[in-house]
């Protein structure tokens, strides 16, 4: 069985940092790209960033410059490294991933953690 499980979000004063992780457990035979979403009260879930296999990432306009993710290949864990929050970026914040279990892909969710930013 795969599991998804974030840690590190928390309340945080507006230009704090804050950073995520993410490690996938189970019996994974590879990781073809992890990534991190949010979903703010009353908003649809949106992309913040991903990491593919090789390293290749991309950010949501909204990050940029701001926000950095990282992946650890012999931890299956991926990281978010968020700097210069603001209120804006309050939200639940799910890791998500696509793995291969043995010979089969698919797409795995985190249970979320929670990200505030005081103004």
């Known amino acids: 069985q795969v599991q998804l499980v974030e840690s590190g979000g928390g309340l945080v004063p507006a230009g704090g940092s804050l950073r995520l992780s993410c490690a996938a457990s189970g019996s994974i035979s590879s990781i073809d790209a992890m990534g991190w979403y949010r979903q703010a009260p009353g908003k649809q879930r949106e992309l913040v960033a991903r990491?593919?296999?090789?390293?290749?990432?991309n950010y949501a306009d909204s990050v940029k410059g701001r926000f950095t993710i990282s992946r650890d290949n012999a931890k299956n864990t991926v990281y978010l490294q968020m700097n210069s929050l603001k209120p804006e970026d309050t939200a639940v914040y799910y890791c998500?991933?696509?793995?291969?279990?043995?010979?089969?892909?698919?797409?795995?969710w985190g249970q979320g953690t929670q990200v505030t930013i005081s103004s």
């Open positions: 998500n991933a696509d793995l291969i279990i043995g010979y089969k892909g698919g797409n795995y």
């Open positions: 990491i593919i296999r090789g390293g290749r990432t």
